[in-house]
């Protein structure tokens, strides 16, 4: 706290100034300015040299892919704090540190092995084993999932999708309970011009309908050669000797976002001819077609043959941290209710190389762009506090790890919270806005963001975000995705939704997925920074007016408290 010693007549000010944490206030002789336009000023401070410096560094191969309890992570951890420290905002994490740290129990693969068993004439007779490991591979690949031994009969369901507008229901008439389903992976939605399966039912519906009726595992067939399916599987060895399927350790393991125990592999295209029971001359692909052509008159099939996944495996528990930064409110009666910023500040790691050998996933989009984001809104309100100029309510940055994992670092704080959740006035979380979408790039419109939350959860919320919009990035709000009904529920997938689960106003700010989206290729030089910082000012205007509205927000939308009554 301050505590200025006045001299007598000649107008000299020696300020002696303790500081909470390490934030040190500018020398003044009155309280700080709380005007919402004088803060609106310091949007200027946020700008496509100040974002494409720091994002440069922080999406570097030298980040190692920033993977969630990784090296890489807790170095990207360290460059956040000490930004942080330098701009001598106030640490708001535990024990008066920037950082929140946590433990995470996770699985390390060692191999999987897979046994086919031919039951033909009642017997059951082993007609291939072979294992994945770091430095083998398999007649099939582990492409998520089967963390438990998992055993059942093969039945074919050709795509294995459920289409009642076209007469299609190609599950039906066969119990799935404890079987492996094995279908076609690319499900044929348009041929020549002809819609075939409404476009609406992709994969995530086929996924959804497949385990509901209590299937063991899925078994995709691919378009890929059998030279191409070992190049595949070659690269999924990097999968091995390392943690995947993380939860937070306390929780149950049941409501843990650890790993998904039913299978979901794929078949190499030789394995798939047998059991499909093809002759030699055969092929996939005129399999294929054949289904396609009376793709409303198949109907499944068993395939007497049986599958074996059983995964050898480590436990392991692994710490990471979210990191916490602060700049405090000026007024006496609202300093005590804060905006949190968020954005998740981990990514994928290190894994299958692309079609250059680039095995780094940098994801300077995802979401290199958000966190940096982030750091230049607090080092605008950092720079206006040093004139003496703050915001009404406290500002909390927080970045946090294992979003790419389950939302776990933003789940650990809204059940560990560093400030009382019930002072929590709004969340402004932000992932992915750098780039444009395909959707957005055929029309030619760049400055645009979506925006998922707000008036699906408050309208006044909602009423502020588009006040600061014209005040500041003055770019299109695309409400698209803004949908309780959307089949992509973006509204839940993302760290915004462990605030929104109990009860805080959220705002998503996003730019839509693209072909770099978890790849390699996902590289600060095809980063659109004029573009980004204006959405970035958007953000920064929005959390002012939120920090300076004479009321917070309140949730207002009653089919979102219907909806999500289960998780509030």
């Known amino acids: 706290m301050r505590r200025p010693l006045l001299a007598a007549f000649t107008g000299l000010v020696l300020i002696f100034a303790g500081c909470r944490g390490t934030q040190q206030s500018a020398q003044q002789t009155s309280p700080p300015v709380t005007d919402t336009d004088a803060l609106l000023k310091y949007q200027d401070e946020i700008t496509e040299d100040f974002l494409r410096e720091h994002l440069t560094i922080f ?9 969630t309890a990784m090296p890489g992570q807790k170095k990207a951890a360290r460059y956040l704090v000490d930004q942080y420290r330098q701009m001598e905002l106030q640490p708001a994490g535990e024990g008066d540190d920037y950082y929140q740290k946590f433990m995470l129990e996770a699985i390390q693969s060692d191999s999987v092995v897979f046994e086919t068993f031919d039951l033909k004439d009642d017997q059951k007779l082993r007609i291939s084993r072979s294992v994945a490991s770091n430095n083998r591979t ?52 348009v041929v020549d011009g002809d819609t075939l399966v409404d476009p609406s039912i992709d994969a995530r519906a086929r996924f959804s309908a497949v385990f509901n009726q209590g299937a063991e595992g899925l078994l995709l067939i691919s378009d890929m050669s059998s030279k191409e399916f070992r190049a595949s599987a070659v690269g999924m060895q990097t999968g091995f000797d390392k943690p995947s399927a993380m939860r937070l350790a306390y929780l149950e393991e049941e409501e843990g976002s650890g790993g998904f125990d039913k299978g979901y592999s794929l078949v190499s295209p030789e394995m798939a001819k047998r059991l499909l029971g093809l002759e030699a001359e055969e092929t996939l692909a005129g399999y294929r077609q054949k289904l396609v052509s009376n793709i409303a008159e198949f109907k499944p099939r068993p395939l007497e043959f049986l599958l074996s996944q059983i995964p050898y495996q480590t436990r392991l528990s692994l710490e990471t941290e979210n990191v916490l930064a602060l700049v405090e409110g000026a007024d006496p009666q609202l300093k005590d209710e804060v905006v949190v910023v968020t954005s998740h500040y981990d990514h994928v790691g290190i894994g299958q190389p692309d079609s250059t050998g680039d095995r780094i996933y940098n994801g300077a989009d995802d979401d290199g762009s958000g966190t940096i984001g982030t750091l230049a809104l607090a080092n605008a309100f950092r720079t206006a506090a040093e004139d003496g100029v703050r915001p009404k309510r406290s500002i909390m940055f927080l970045n946090v790890t294992g979003e790419e994992k389950g939302l776990l670092g933003s789940r650990y704080y809204s059940d560990h919270p560093t400030w009382p959740i019930e002072k929590t006035v709004a969340n402004l979380n932000t992932d992915m806005i750098g780039r444009i979408d395909a959707e957005h790039e055929a029309e030619g419109v760049e400055d645009y963001v979506y925006i998922i939350g707000g008036e699906l959860i408050s309208s006044g919320l909602d009423s502020l975000i588009e006040a600061a919009n014209r005040q500041s990035g003055q770019i299109i709000l695309d409400k698209k995705y803004n949908d309780l009904n959307d089949p992509n529920q973006f509204y839940r997938r993302s760290d915004h939704w462990n605030f929104g689960r109990l009860g805080v106003p959220f705002a998503f700010f996003f730019t839509g997925v693209h072909e770099d989206y978890h790849r390699p290729s996902d590289e600060v030089h095809k980063i659109r920074f004029e573009k980004m910082a204006k959405i970035v000012r958007t953000m920064y205007a929005s959390a002012v007016l939120i920090a300076n509205a004479a009321e917070a927000p309140a949730v207002d939308n009653q089919a979102f408290i219907e909806k999500t009554s289960a998780d509030l």
């Open 59 to 67: 999406a570097a191969d030298s980040m190692e892919g920033r993977e």
């Open 138 to 189: 398999a007649d099939y690949i582990r492409a998520f999932g089967g963390t438990d031994s998992l055993q059942g009969e093969i039945v074919f369901a050709g795509f294995g999708v459920q289409d009642p507008s076209q007469g299609i229901n190609q599950l039906e008439g066969l119990d799935l309970q404890g079987k492996w389903v094995m279908v076609f992976q690319e499900i044929p939605h």
